[in-house]
């Protein structure tokens, strides 16, 4: 009976020494939560005050803030033009204007301009595609291979606010006049070797449907029979490539995008297996495009 009586001793010793330590603790758990530890509490609460002092002193008279959360919960300051730009590949052109101006920038047979000549040649196309009625978001195409007009209309389009469209010069008619229809071009810039195909496509479009104004491209290094420019031919204006760059204002203030999730590009598919299919793609998209590319294929210092 005795081990009993000592188990019930021990048992009650301990039952009192619980109630001694939880009367101790009562103070603590007046200032601490329910479930939170006291030394946890503490710990917190140092974190949060080497956190508060971490934080940089404007001048001698600034209060402290006492949590971080408090610096988080400022008003975030607004994007605007002194602290932030809309990303456009557009920008490539105009450094190269201005750090290699006199270096060569298109070398075709024997055409040769420099980046100072080109920047020029794109700001008078730009202004001159604007005085057609060209407004910021129309569709503007192209049907030409790799000439000095395609690399310069690459950037006129885009500082005219326009979205490029280059379309496929395999394609045959009725896939161009699709594309025309589906993209709503306004205007179509076409060299002499595909000028045939695309008036033909041109002429396809509904009746009730307004054409765009094709602007042909010559090549003065080619033999052909270049037609008269400024005509009509089935129903749609007829104009020359190097007028308008004659005629543009080198003063023009481009059109830069708001945002630079603007479209700066639309792409089709050729349409193999059905219609063609349209891809946008934003000046961001272009931009980032642009610079992985140089990275990728280890494009060189003045490579031209």
Request: charged fraction near 15%; charge should be neutral.
């Amino acid at each position: 009976m005795y081990p009993l009586r000592q188990t019930h001793a021990s048992s009650s010793l301990l039952s009192s020494s619980s109630a001694f330590h939880e009367k101790l603790a009562a103070p603590w758990r007046k200032s601490c939560p329910p479930s939170t530890n006291y030394f946890q509490s503490s710990a917190k609460k140092s974190t949060i005050i080497k956190a508060s002092l971490s934080l940089p002193l404007s001048n001698s008279s600034s209060t402290l803030p006492l949590t971080p959360e408090t610096e988080t919960a400022k008003k975030v300051q607004p994007r605007s033009a002194a602290n932030a730009c809309p990303l456009t590949p557009m920008d490539f052109l105009e450094r190269a204007a201005v750090v290699y101006g006199d270096c060569p920038s298109i070398l075709y047979n024997e055409t040769s301009r420099t980046w100072a000549e080109t920047h020029t040649r794109c700001l008078k196309l730009a202004s001159s595609i604007v005085s057609l009625g060209i407004k910021k978001g129309d569709v503007v195409s192209v049907v030409a291979p790799n000439v000095p007009a395609m690399c310069e209309l690459h950037f006129s389009v885009p500082m005219a606010g326009a979205v490029l469209n280059n379309i496929n010069l395999r394609l045959d008619a009725n896939a161009i006049s699709n594309i025309l229809q589906h993209g709503g071009s306004k205007l179509v810039f076409v060299d002499f070797q595909s000028a045939s195909v695309v008036e033909e496509a041109v002429s396809m479009f509904p009746s009730g449907l307004s054409r765009p104004v094709l602007v042909f491209i010559d090549d003065h290094y080619e033999n052909h029979v270049n037609g008269s420019s400024a005509v009509k031919i089935n129903g749609s204006r007829r104009l020359d490539y190097e007028e308008m760059v004659g005629n543009g204002d080198a003063g023009f203030k481009w059109i830069r995008p708001h945002s630079e999730w603007e479209p700066i590009t639309l792409n089709y598919t050729s349409g193999t297996t059905s219609s063609p299919k349209g891809v946008v793609s934003s000046h961001r998209g272009a931009f980032l495009v642009s610079v992985t590319s140089l990275l990728d294929w280890a494009v060189p210092k003045q490579p031209v």
